[in-house]
């Protein structure tokens, strides 16, 4: 079993150098509730396509608050890592990328998501973020295994992945409900050795 060569906490910050200005990722905290309502309910429409449907109160301030407690505890488990994406000048929420699905003992993988604000969409922040969370997979967490599931019609986050050196592996049918519908996923890794 790999040990983690840094200990990491809910205060554990990312710095990003993206090509747009720099970035910080951080674990959310209540602070970002009213940035993260107002853009997950102003772009709703344009993540419904590519995100698992919603349960009723997703965006209710108590829902908030009981994530940022799961979070809490994952983080302490080493089961996952939430962060939010902020712009360091100016402290706004971004968007998000997140390890999840963390599998320790001879898996040694996780899973990748990843969203950005529709505003703050083609400026690269994407990317940067996606390419320093995987450095921080591979350098802090020991993974050997990162893997992404994106829909085959979603070219722009395609393009995050591969531009970061994930690589197609196959194709997931239905794998996640999105929009109403089982939907089949493309299925991308990268290895700490590529």
Known sequence: MSRLSTRVTTTTEIAVH?????????HP?????EQWAA???????????????WLEGHLSRSSYRMRLSRFKKMVASDSAY????????????????NLTHIERGAA??????YWIAQAHMSRGHGRASVRALTRFAFDTLALHRI????QTENEPSIRVLETNGYQLEGRARGL??????WADHAIYARLRTD
């Open 18 to 26: 993206a090509a747009s200005g720099p970035l910080i990722l951080r």
């Open 29 to 33: 905290r209540w602070s970002d509730y």
């Open 39 to 53: 853009i997950r309910q102003a772009d709703a429409d344009y993540l419904r396509p590519w995100e698992p449907d």
């Open 82 to 97: 939430p962060f939010h994406i902020v712009r360091a000048d100016t402290d706004a929420l971004i968007g998000a990328v």
């Open 108 to 113: 040694q993988s996780a899973k990748l998501g």
């Open 147 to 150: 893997e992404a599931a994106v």
């Open 176 to 181: 996640l409900r999105i929009n109403g519908a």
